[in-house]
């Protein structure tokens, strides 16, 4: 059974420019949770989606946004980059959400604002 | 905002010894998890434990919930070089917002 697939795995942004990260889940998962890791904050939830629906957000400014479509796979976009969006970002599935099955995570996309 | 602190925040010994990692905090738990993370992957889910006391062993890993649900360890006996990696614990947090908190990890190196 494939894992969960981001891409791209690396990328290079400029300030002020906006991005689009990529997470197809394990099939049959219809839970996808997206995650900010920095050396700083350690890892921060930013939304979970389920059955199309964004079902939770985390503390993080409109800029960050996301979306899942009808075959679970998930999109997450940020606008109007800032240097301090640099990180790896996660992406994680499950069969159903909010912790009533276990997380499977990807290995990430890790984007560099300069 | 529940906060799962960790400690020690890095950890670097030798082949065939043990350690012990903790993740403490004020807020009590309905369950605990545990992840490990090698460099340039995602964390992958250890164990969860559910009951106020509870011991679980994954091999020469050993993990305790503590009684009051408010505290965890997490044993390694005779470490080995496989073993190094970014150990997270993670707990949900109740409410309408329901999401999975994480502490900052204890980064783990064990030397040949």
């Not at chain 2, 960790?6 to 004020?26: A, D, R």
């Not at chain 2, 305790?64 to 990696?85: C, M």
């Amino acid at each position: 059974k494939a894992g969960v697939t981001q891409t791209p795995r690396y990328l290079i942004k400029t300030r002020g420019q906006q991005v689009t990260l990529s997470c197809s889940p394990i099939s049959g998962h219809r839970s996808v949770s997206w995650y900010q890791q920095t050396p700083g904050q350690g890892l921060q939830f930013l939304f979970e989606y389920f059955s199309e629906t964004q079902r939770n957000k985390g503390n993080f400014p409109g800029r960050f946004s996301g979306r899942q479509f009808s075959n679970s796979r998930s999109e997450m976009n940020v606008s109007t980059l800032e240097l301090g969006d640099s990180a790896l970002y996660l992406c994680a599935s499950s069969l159903a959400p909010r912790g009533a099955s276990p997380l499977h995570f990807g290995n990430g996309t890790r984007l560099t604002v300069t | 905002t529940q906060l799962l602190e960790q400690s020690p925040q890095f950890l670097s010994i030798q082949e065939g010894e043990n350690l012990t990692v903790y993740c403490n905090s004020s807020s009590v738990f309905s369950s605990l998890q545990w992840y490990r993370q090698e460099p340039g992957e995602g964390p992958v889910l250890l164990v969860t434990v559910v009951t106020g006391g509870e011991v679980k062993k994954l091999k020469r890993l050993t993990f305790q919930f503590g009684d009051a649900r408010k505290d965890s360890s997490l044993h390694i006996t005779a470490a080995q070089p496989g073993d190094t990696g970014l150990y997270l614990c993670a707990a949900y947090s109740g409410g309408s917002n329901y999401k999975l908190t994480f502490g900052k990890g204890t980064l783990l190196t064990v030397n040949p």
